[in-house]
């Protein structure tokens, strides 16, 4: 047998964080995108709107957090301030929040309230707050900027308990200076490290990666371990450049990618995607939200395919995320419940240490219909397998029904439903001993 090459050792080595492993353990959870831009019925505002136009009459965040619960997420990420700058929460550093508003007559804080609906419905909360702020006069000039943003954070961080994970969105542009701004990363996430530690960070953060697009597509190859590093890492956007990476890279975890790698990271692909076209509420979309069929299918494009999916409900003008919205996400975890309702092979007792070429059979009743499997590697060891194959003995012979590459925390695979005595499943290929911690059959 070949000699496994150092890099492929050194891939297999590199394991995620604590806080990594509950993150991805969480799978599924709401994106709550409102604003100043929900009363504009627009995506990005200008950051020049009236804070008055803010006034929701029957905002009620336990709604939010009850809807949520019901369809099965684990928490909710609210935009606490979007591009255009509008605070949600009463800043001491603009008047351009909800201080300024009519909603409860300036008293009201809408972080607050989602904190503590979100603790109530045993929900964790996380906050985005963008870095790009086209409201702020000192937006462009960079250091008065990155001193504001962190003390923007810092109240985010200490006024509203535990905070989950921290979404920083990659736009960028030119302040009033006609500047560019550049971000202090560093110190963006040292006062994160020191407030909150438990918390991710997202995106232009270093613990949980964007997947690349905004449609619910994960890889059906999806590397946690890979080349692409997060921005605050010493040598990472170097590395970024030299192998041509970026977050839409279709491969950076490879063994033709890692082979020309200097450094390696943990760093898993959250799918991000709205259940309407837009992120915000827009009443002439009350009739575009995404199908049931849409939304299993995203599913298992994204808890599927080793990834957390982070779905996106806008609250409408009223406060409450809307009927049809909540309808369609009812439907979501009925549907969800009925295929995982019950696993038609018995639960692994203990970890599956395969290496590359080991089989392990698993008895079926011949009689139940099935279409998913389900395969997990138990991320804390790492994430080795390279490719498995799936077989079903059907009339005394050995069909194959499916077939995968990537594992990791959670590998979902649909085919045309059929029935078996048994099933046969082949880790073909590993980059070490692979640790198979769950094998299901739906
Ligand atoms: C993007 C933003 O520009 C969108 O408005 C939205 O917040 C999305 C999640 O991230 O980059």
Redesign the pocket.
């Known amino acids: 047998m070949a000699k496994t090459p150092d890099y492929v050792k050194y891939a297999a080595s590199i394991v995620p964080t604590e806080r990594q492993i509950k993150w991805q353990e969480t799978e599924f959870y709401a994106?709550i995108?409102y604003g100043i831009n929900t009363y504009t019925n627009s995506?990005?505002g200008n950051g020049n709107e009236d804070p008055e136009l803010f006034n929701p009459e029957k905002l009620d965040c336990r709604q939010w957090a009850k809807v949520c619960q019901l369809a099965g997420m684990k928490g909710v990420i609210l935009?606490a301030k979007?591009?255009d700058g509008f605070c949600l929460w009463p800043t001491a550093y603009t008047d351009h929040c909800v201080r300024s508003s009519k909603w409860m007559d300036g008293k009201g804080d809408v972080v607050a309230e989602c904190a503590k609906a979100c603790k109530e419905f045993g929900m964790e909360f996380g906050v985005?707050l963008?870095p790009w702020d086209r409201n702020a006069e000192c937006y462009g000039d960079s250091p008065a900027y990155n001193a504001f943003f962190i003390r923007q954070l810092t109240e985010l961080l200490t006024k509203y308990g535990n905070v989950s994970e921290v979404w920083f969105?990659?736009?960028c542009a030119e302040g009033p200076n006609g500047k560019v701004q550049v971000y202090d990363w560093k110190a963006i996430h040292a006062a994160i490290k020191e407030l909150q530690p438990q918390a991710v960070t997202a995106i232009m953060g270093n613990d949980v990666r964007w997947v690349g697009n905004?449609g619910g597509l994960g890889r059906k190859t999806e590397w946690s371990v890979n080349a692409f590093g997060p921005v605050s890492e010493d040598g990472a956007l170097e590395q970024r450049e030299q192998l041509g990476l970026t977050e839409m890279s279709a491969d950076m975890g490879s063994r033709e990618v890692i082979a020309q790698a200097q450094q390696l990271y943990w760093y898993p692909s959250e799918v991000?995607v709205s259940i309407r076209p837009g992120?915000f509420y827009h009443a002439e979309q009350d009739f575009q939200v995404r199908s049931l069929n849409n939304l299993i299918d995203i599913y298992y494009q994204s808890v599927g395919r080793n990834s957390v999916l982070l779905l996106?409900i806008p609250p409408d003008r009223r406060g409450l995320l809307h009927e049809n919205d909540v309808e369609r996400l009812h439907e979501f975890r009925s549907a969800l419940d009925e295929i995982f309702d019950r696993n038609l092979v018995e639960p692994l007792k203990k970890t599956w240490k395969a290496e590359s070429g080991d089989s392990m059979v698993f008895d079926v009743n011949g009689e139940d219909m099935f279409g998913t499997f389900l395969i997990s590697e138990d991320i804390s060891k790492g994430q080795r397998v390279e490719s498995f194959t799936v077989e079903a003995l059907v009339d005394g012979e050995w069909e194959l029904i499916a077939e995968g590459t990537t594992i990791g925390y959670r590998r979902l695979l649909r085919f045309e439903k059929t029935q078996a005595e048994q099933i046969r499943v082949t880790i073909t290929s590993t980059r070490a001993t692979a640790n198979i911690s769950a094998i299901g059959l739906y």
Request: cysteine-free.
């Open positions: 994106f995108h995506e990005w935009t979007h591009h985005y963008s969105d990659g736009a905004e991000d992120w996106n």
